[in-house]
C-alpha cells in the first residue's frame, strides 16, 4: 500500500477527519471509516507501516459490535465494501476489511472511559488525591491493580493535546444527566462482558474508552470499540501487579524506540522489518484469542 503519513488513502472522497490512524470520509448521513496500517507511540504518528493491521484493528472492533449489539444499538450499517455507496468502489481493494460505513451521529462530547485496572492517567490522579473523576478508592493500591468494581471515569474530548478526567458532577453542568446515566450503565455493562470474555482467553482489558452519538435521539455506540488503541490490552501470563504492565501489542515498539535516542517528537524513527513482523504477529495473536 503506497502510503505516507500524509497521503489519504481515498483522495477522490470527501474527508471528514483524519484521526492518528484512521481516516473518516462524509456521505452527508453516513461516515465511511477507514483503519490505516499507521502506529503511534508515545502519541507520535510512525512514519513506518504494520502491514495489516488496519485490517486487524476493523476487525477486533467489528467482532465487539457484533459481540455487543444485543446490550446496545451501535453505528454500524455494513462491514462489506460491494455494499458501501458507488463512490468508494475505486476504492475496493484499498479498503476491503478496513473499514465501515456508518450512521453519521450528533456528537456527544464525553469520553466514556471504563477501568478495571489502575494504570495511566487514573493511576497518576489516584497516587496525587486518592481519587479518579472525584470516584475516592482504598487506600495503598498499587500500580496496575485490580479495582474491587470497574469505575466510570469520563473524559472531555479535548480538541487539543491529551483528554482531561472530569469529575460527574462537573460533567451534569455540560451534558443532560440522564444522557450520562445511559452512558455510564451502558459503558460499565459493555466492559464487564468484555472483559469477563476476554480474560478467558488471556487478555485483560485494563481500560477501555468508548464514545457515543445521538441517532434520532437514541444514544448509540460510535467510533471503534475494545481495539487496541482504545483500550489498554495486557497479556494475563506477565500481569504483576505493582509494575506498570508490558502492553499487549505495542510493547515490542516500545522496548525498540527505548534504546534509541529519540526525543518522543515528530518525525519519529522508521522501525526495523524485524519489529514490524513481531508487533503484526501480536495483532494476530489478540484476534485469534478473542474469536476462540
Ligand atoms: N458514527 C459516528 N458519527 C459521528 N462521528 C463519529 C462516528 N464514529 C466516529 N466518529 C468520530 O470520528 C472521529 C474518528 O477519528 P479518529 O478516532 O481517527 O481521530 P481522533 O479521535 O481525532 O484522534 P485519535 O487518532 O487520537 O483517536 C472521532 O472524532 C469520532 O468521534
Ligand atoms: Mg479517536
Redesign the pocket.
Known amino acids: 500500500m503506497p502510503q505516507t503519513n500524509n497521503e489519504l488513502l481515498c483522495p477522490n472522497l470527501k474527508l471528514?477527519?483524519?484521526?492518528?490512524?484512521?481516516?473518516?470520509y462524509d456521505f452527508d448521513d453516513k461516515?465511511l471509516?477507514v483503519a490505516t496500517d499507521q502506529i503511534?507511540a508515545f502519541?507520535v504518528?510512525l512514519p513506518s507501516l504494520i502491514k495489516g493491521k488496519g485490517i486487524i484493528l476493523n476487525r477486533i472492533s467489528n467482532f465487539w459490535f457484533e459481540f455487543s449489539k444485543g446490550s446496545i444499538k451501535n453505528?454500524i450499517i455494513s462491514t462489506d465494501v460491494e455494499t458501501f455507496p458507488a463512490e468508494c468502489q475505486e476504492y475496493a481493494e484499498t479498503i476491503r476489511d478496513r473499514s465501515v460505513l456508518?450512521?453519521?451521529?450528533?456528537?456527544i462530547e464525553l469520553e466514556a472511559i471504563v477501568r478495571g485496572y489502575l494504570s495511566g492517567s487514573g493511576f497518576k490522579d489516584y497516587q496525587k488525591t486518592g481519587q479518579i473523576c472525584g470516584i475516592q478508592l482504598p487506600a495503598g493500591l498499587a500500580e496496575s491493580a485490580k479495582l474491587g468494581v470497574p469505575i466510570f471515569t469520563p473524559s472531555t474530548?479535548a480538541v487539543e493535546g491529551h483528554d482531561i478526567n472530569i469529575p460527574e458532577a462537573e460533567l451534569r453542568k455540560q451534558i443532560e444527566g440522564s444522557l450520562i446515566d445511559t452512558i455510564r450503565e451502558k459503558s460499565l455493562q459493555l466492559y464487564r462482558e468484555a472483559a469477563d470474555y476476554a480474560l478467558e482467553r488471556g487478555i485483560i482489558i485494563a481500560d477501555t474508552k468508548f464514545?457515543f452519538?445521538l441517532?434520532n435521539g437514541e444514544v448509540?455506540l460510535?467510533?471503534?470499540i475494545l481495539t487496541p488503541?482504545?483500550s489498554r490490552f495486557w497479556p494475563t501470563e506477565s500481569y504483576r501487579p505493582g509494575q506498570s504492565q508490558k502492553s499487549y501489542d505495542k510493547q515490542i515498539i516500545r522496548d525498540y524506540l527505548a534504546q534509541l535516542d529519540w526525543d518522543k517528537t515528530y518525525p519519529g524513527p522508521q522501525l526495523p522489518d524485524d519489529i514490524i513482523r513481531q508487533t503484526m504477529e501480536k495483532y494476530h495473536d489478540v484476534y485469534n484469542k478473542l474469536k476462540q
Not at 102 to 107: I, L, P, R
Open positions: 471528514y477527519k483524519k484521526g492518528k490512524v484512521r481516516e473518516v461516515l471509516i503511534s502519541d504518528v453505528h456508518v450512521w453519521k451521529t450528533e456528537m474530548k464514545e452519538g441517532l448509540i460510535i467510533d471503534e488503541d482504545s
